[in-house]
């Protein structure tokens, strides 16, 4: 008897046996599979997700087109399966993206159970790929709508997709002040010798064969909401029907005598990420700032550079996203390594000869050798271009959204780090986050709300950073936590932390715990409200509940 595809599952779950392109292969018994399990198999020398659910089986890719996660080790909620290492989300029986940061879906395939065996049928190129690009509308010239999206990030990037995914055949303009197309900027700080076109998140010939426009070394510089028009700093102009505002945001200034010294550096693009690897190569660096850019990079460089000094004002690292304890972890990990930490300190002067950076003098007096300076020391929204406009801000710069991301104005929407919205782990109040995979969400959202297609922002934010190899994963939100609840051991570096604020979790992070931040994400996601007293509780009974809450028996055995 057939147990899948059912009605509206993919095309490419329908390929019959029949055609020479597809290849059928018994995997396993139908008694070896448990109810909820994600089982790993092969066809035809490729890896295949089964998945059982109830009487129900499902054949899909069994890698996440992110960055290749085993989904096997992911957690199951219902039809609903999250990567275990990003928190992207798919539906089982469509293989549909529920949840960023991936962009493509996976394949489906095509499962029968004959005499107590399991078959799946699949087509060997879909085999090859285990990534599936949902169908996209095309531009039809006498639909003059234009939708302009300022900024080449992923929410811009992600709204261009869902427009034409939901049948938009108008103009789609993505302008971007980059000279390349949209490209995974979270690379940028881990791999700093990383060239643009590897990172690419779709090559340029995606963008013409789908009919979107995209503008390169282009800023907005003023919108006028009342003519619908933007203006650019080349002069330029260009009308729109809807807009999106997604210019992410810049660096804060290092701001003290020697700032403009060359070799003074921010890591914002992939060419500053290069040339930051070229100028500290044996040399002595200076990193200002132990946030998530300040400790990447210092990871990444920690073997190249001759030495590496990181100056921050707090007592830790990460102190205010990730706390004390996790921020002590991280410090530990990279002393290892040699780098010297200089904490509850500011850079009051950078010193130089002939125009070049060499040295910082901290507040203290201490003096520190700087071939090169890296300044991470926090961002602001990019949203200068919109004083004078009647799009309102916050008082920090971010454009205030909705859960449709829509701003005050008519036909103005706002999307990834240059947006506050509402928080539902926060009761509601309006903040930016500045994650990934928020930017996408965002985009997606805002692309539906454009369509008349409203469909409430309903995400958990999910981000991780990479020291030495290691992943510290994250979800959920943490801002104003009081007290914190730690399982494992911060002394061996693995753990779970858990967030608590009013008595209750809103975020957590763990480094070689996974699935942990997952099974919690996917807790949170579905509404459960977690205590205090429950993330004290016992290993066992923590994962017992988080596993009843997320996923299905297969997990309890370690799948």
Not at 11 to 40: I, K, M, S
Not at 292 to 320: H, R, W
Request: hydrophobic share 40%; net charge neutral.
């Amino acid at each position: 008897m057939d147990r899948a595809p059912q009605p509206g599952s993919s095309p490419q779950a329908a390929a019959g046996d029949t055609d020479p392109g597809t290849v059928t292969q018994e995997v396993c018994r139908e008694c070896d599979v448990c109810d909820g399990e994600l089982r790993e198999v092969e066809v035809a020398g490729f890896p295949v997700l089964l998945v059982r659910s109830g009487t129900q089986f499902w054949a899909l890719g069994s890698r996440c087109p992110h960055y290749g996660a085993p989904l096997c080790k992911g957690v199951l909620k219902g039809n609903r399966l999250r990567c275990p290492w990003h928190g992207a989300c798919f539906d089982i029986k469509t293989g549909d993206i529920e949840e960023y940061p991936t962009l493509d879906c996976l394949p489906c395939f095509q499962v029968k159970v004959e005499d107590g065996k399991v078959f799946i049928t699949a087509r060997r190129k879909d085999l090859e790929s285990s990534r599936r690009l949902k169908d996209m509308s095309k531009r039809c010239g006498i639909n003059q709508t234009t939708v302009l999206l300022l900024g080449g990030g992923p929410a811009s990037l992600v709204c261009a997709e869902t427009l034409r995914q939901e049948g938009f055949t108008g103009r789609v303009i993505l302008v971007t002040k980059e000279r390349h197309v949209p490209y995974d900027r979270t690379r940028l700080s881990k791999d700093m010798g990383v060239r643009a076109e590897s990172i690419y998140l779709r090559a340029p010939e995606f963008f013409t064969a789908h009919d979107i426009e995209v503008w390169t070394e282009k800023e907005a510089v003023s919108i006028d909401t009342k003519g619908q028009k933007a203006q650019f700093k080349d002069g330029s102009s260009q009308r729109y029907d809807q807009l999106l505002i997604a210019t992410g945001s810049r660096p804060k200034p290092l701001k003290c005598p020697g700032a403009d010294l060359r070799n003074v550096r921010f890591l914002q693009t992939v060419e500053d990420a290069n040339q930051i690897l070229e100028l500290a190569a044996g040399k002595r660096l200076v990193i200002v700032g132990a946030s998530f850019i300040g400790m990447e990079v210092a990871s990444f460089l920690s073997d190249k550079a001759s030495t590496i000094s990181v100056v921050e004002k707090e007592a830790v690292p990460f102190q205010k996203a990730l706390g004390p304890q996790v921020g002590g972890v991280a410090m530990k990990m990279l002393q290892g390594r040699g780098v010297n930490f200089y904490m509850k300190s500011q850079v009051s002067e950078l010193r130089g000869e002939d125009g070049k950076v060499t040295e910082a003098i901290l507040d203290g007096g201490k003096k520190l050798p700087a071939d090169v300076v890296v300044v991470g020391i926090g961002v602001s929204p990019a949203s200068d271009f919109l004083k004078g406009s009647p799009v309102a801000l916050d008082s920090h710069g971010a454009v205030l959204v909705d859960l449709l991301m829509k701003t005050n104005v008519s036909r103005v929407f706002a999307a990834g780090d240059v947006a506050a919205f509402p928080v539902a782990l926060l009761g509601g109040e309006r903040t930016g986050i500045n994650h990934w995979q928020v930017a996408q969400a965002h985009g997606h959202v805002a692309a539906l709300s454009m369509l008349k297609k409203q469909s409430p922002l309903h995400t958990v934010p999910f981000f991780w950073t990479v020291l030495l190899g290691s992943s510290i994963r994250y979800a959920g939100c943490g801002k104003g936590f009081t007290e914190t609840v730690v399982k494992g051991s911060l002394e061996e570096q693995k753990f779970v932390i858990f967030y608590i604020k009013d008595g209750y979790v809103t975020a957590v992070a763990s480094l070689k715990c996974d699935p942990m931040v997952v099974m919690v994400a996917e807790a949170l996601y579905a509404g459960k409200v977690i205590s205090k007293e429950e993330a004290e509780g016992s290993w066992t009974a923590w994962l017992e509940m988080a596993q009843a809450e997320s996923t299905g028996p297969a997990a309890k055995r370690g799948s």
